[in-house]
């Protein structure tokens, strides 16, 4: 079965400096894909980026980028640049592929607050 | 106009009603699913729909029932509301592929109060 863990419950970063919220995975399939969602206070979800795990480079979208280590199932998300509007939760996710293309599994969430 | 809509976005009922939650999409994905979200634990699946006929338990699917009514319709039933079910429940859906495009698209969220 597949597990996400992310250990930070809250992080705290300065504008304008980046940030690592942490995620680590585990799964038994080889072929996989990781997600990462953000969730103001407003409550939608809102994706940022994905991973496959046959992907050789990292994922970059704007601002964001995936720090993906396979080999220690880790897929933490960058922020560089912190800006105010950046404050929210954030949700690491994954899918198995091989298996039957199951539904996303969530970790519990980092919330992120941003320090003017 | 949303991809993905839930009605009704707040409700307040109380101990014992049945409750329906109803999710419409206009993405046109055959795959649809519930989540529910509490403080500290995440979303956490409740029930998935690969297609019409097909519907499956997710991880906690005690108290809850599923219709898919069409591809683009899926509701959410509690049929006697209990205070735990006090969370924010999510609707998503996806298209039946591999990689970037599993990407899964959220509904605004429906957040339910049981009394």
């Known amino acids: 079965a597949q597990k996400i863990t992310q250990t930070q419950p809250g992080m705290f970063v300065q504008e304008k400096e980046a940030v690592t919220l942490d995620c680590t995975y585990d799964?038994?399939?080889?072929?996989?894909?990781l997600f990462w969602y953000k969730q103001p206070s407003s409550g939608e979800m809102i994706f940022l980026i994905y991973?496959?795990?046959?992907?050789?480079q990292n994922a970059t979208e704007g601002r964001y980028s995936l720090n993906f280590q396979k080999a220690r199932k880790s897929a933490n998300l960058v922020i560089s640049a912190s800006q105010l509007g950046d404050s929210a939760m954030y949700f690491c996710a994954m899918r198995d592929f091989n298996s039957g293309n199951t539904p996303l599994v969530f970790g519990k969430g980092t919330r992120l607050s941003v320090i003017a | 106009d949303a991809d993905v809509t839930q009605t009704p976005r707040n409700r307040i009922t109380k101990t014992g009603k049945r409750i329906m939650l109803e999710c419409s999409q206009t993405?046109?994905?055959?795959?649809m699913y519930w989540y529910r979200q509490d403080p500290g634990l995440g979303l956490r699946l409740i029930y998935y729909s690969f297609d019409v006929k097909d519907i499956n338990k997710g991880e906690i699917s005690d108290g809850y029932s599923v219709s898919r009514q069409a591809q683009a319709k899926f509701s959410l039933s509690l049929e006697s509301a209990i205070p735990n079910q006090t969370a924010l429940y999510f609707c998503?859906?996806?298209?039946?592929?591999?990689?970037?495009?599993?990407?899964?698209?959220f509904g605004p969220g429906t957040r339910l109060t049981v009394l």
């Open positions: 991973q496959g795990s046959y992907d050789e």
């Open positions: 998503a859906t996806s298209e039946p592929t591999s990689g970037r495009k599993n990407e899964q698209f």
């Open positions: 799964t038994s399939d080889q072929s996989y894909g």
């Open positions: 993405k046109g994905h055959d795959r």
